[in-house]
């Protein structure tokens, strides 16, 4: 076996030695500040639109949709983590490659059992790479977070935990779903942005369909003025007209934007008030077949 020789000349192998470790940590200091200055500039920006909210919706929506939580900021910040550590991995390996040829080891054995090594790692850990990747990008992309409400095609359920591997949801018989995040091939949000609630009034087929419109129209501004529902609906709900008529039936649709997951609750009150007010004006339910009306 030939011996290593590595080549050392005084003063010239140390000085070159310190300027390169100078020069990489340099580097590194200065990513890693424009990392840093990055970070906090989206989270400044973040917190300023939140501060100043242009409607009743948007000032909804940053309660509803967790920005009062610091949700963006974690977000944000464990991005900038992430991109740290990889600066910091990298910066390091290069140092250590240059500082290898500064003294004259050799690196094509080094480089040549690394590309082996490699190919093996990737061939059996295609799976592990592929999960670590989505979960970087569904951070970055904020597909979802805690407490969202999710479907992701097989599992459907709360968002309790979100990793660079697995995410953890709980459906609503209380299972607990652990998904590779590399296996999520859609996720369907009911957290983000709002939910729309949609209700069809059924009324009897004769009935005047303006007449119902006008009384619906009114429980629409009622339950809109009404202050427990103020942090709920984003806006007055709409009367879109008959969406349906069958030989018994006539339906009015109503719909209304509420903040996430609000929906369901929505949805009843309305039904139950238009029910409500549509019998006090004497408006006739639908009437089954063959049953003749009193």
């Given at each position: 076996?030939?011996?290593?020789?590595?080549?050392?000349?005084?003063?010239?192998?140390?000085?070159?030695?310190?300027?390169?470790?100078?020069?990489?940590?340099?580097?590194?200091?200065?990513?890693?500040?424009?990392?840093?200055?990055?970070?906090?500039?989206?989270?400044?920006?973040?917190?300023?639109?939140?501060?100043?909210?242009?409607?009743?919706?948007?000032?909804?929506?940053?309660?509803?949709?967790?920005?009062?939580?610091?949700?963006?900021?974690?977000?944000?910040?464990?991005?900038?983590?992430?991109?740290?550590?990889?600066?910091?991995?990298?910066?390091?390996?290069?140092?250590?490659?240059?500082?290898?040829?500064?003294?004259?080891?050799?690196?094509?054995?080094?480089?040549?059992?690394?590309?082996?090594?490699?190919?093996?790692?990737?061939?059996?850990?295609?799976?592990?790479?592929?999960?670590?990747?989505?979960?970087?990008?569904?951070?970055?992309?904020?597909?979802?977070?805690?407490?969202?409400?999710?479907?992701?095609?097989?599992?459907?359920?709360?968002?309790?935990?979100?990793?660079?591997?697995?995410?953890?949801?709980?459906?609503?018989?209380?299972?607990?779903?652990?998904?590779r995040n590399g296996e999520i091939l859609r996720v369907g949000n009911q957290?983000?942005?709002?939910?729309?609630?949609?209700?069809?009034?059924?009324?009897?087929?004769?009935?005047?369909?303006?007449?119902?419109?006008?009384?619906?129209?009114?429980?629409?501004?009622?339950?809109?003025?009404?202050?427990?529902?103020?942090?709920?609906?984003?806006?007055?709900?709409?009367?879109?007209?008959?969406?349906?008529?069958?030989?018994?039936?006539?339906?009015?649709?109503?719909?209304?934007?509420?903040?996430?997951?609000q929906h369901w609750a929505i949805q009843r009150t309305l039904l139950e008030?238009?029910?409500?007010?549509?019998?006090?004006?004497?408006?006739?339910?639908?009437?089954?077949?063959?049953?003749?009306?009193?």
């Open positions: 076996m030939t011996p290593l020789l590595i080549e050392w000349i005084w003063p010239d192998t140390p000085i070159t030695l310190a300027l390169i470790v100078g020069g990489a940590l340099i580097c590194q200091w200065l990513i890693v500040r424009g990392i840093k200055f990055g970070t906090q500039a989206a989270i400044n920006r973040a917190r300023t639109q939140r501060q100043h909210p242009d409607s009743r919706a948007q000032q909804i929506l940053a309660k509803a949709t967790g920005a009062d939580n610091e949700r963006y900021e974690q977000r944000i910040s464990t991005v900038g983590s992430l991109l740290r550590n990889l600066t910091s991995i990298a910066v390091g390996a290069v140092l250590v490659l240059t500082l290898m040829t500064i003294v004259g080891i050799p690196l094509a054995p080094l480089l040549a059992s690394a590309g082996v090594g490699g190919i093996a790692l990737a061939f059996g850990a295609q799976s592990l790479v592929k999960d670590f990747l989505s979960g970087i990008f569904m951070i970055m992309e904020d597909q979802y977070g805690v407490g969202d409400l999710i479907d992701t095609g097989d599992a459907r359920g709360t968002v309790e935990d979100v990793g660079l591997r697995v995410t953890r949801l709980r459906d609503a018989t209380g299972t607990v779903w652990y998904v957290s983000q942005g709002w939910s729309t609630a949609i209700i069809d009034v059924p009324v009897a087929y004769d009935e005047d369909a303006a007449k119902v419109i006008g009384i619906l129209e009114g429980v629409a501004a009622e339950i809109d003025t009404d202050a427990a529902y103020a942090d709920v609906l984003l806006e007055r709900p709409t009367v879109a007209g008959v969406n349906a008529v069958t030989a018994t039936t006539m339906s009015i649709r109503m719909t209304a934007k509420t903040a996430p997951n008030r238009s029910l409500s007010a549509l019998g006090k004006a004497g408006v006739r339910s639908p009437v089954p077949m063959g049953v003749l009306p009193a």
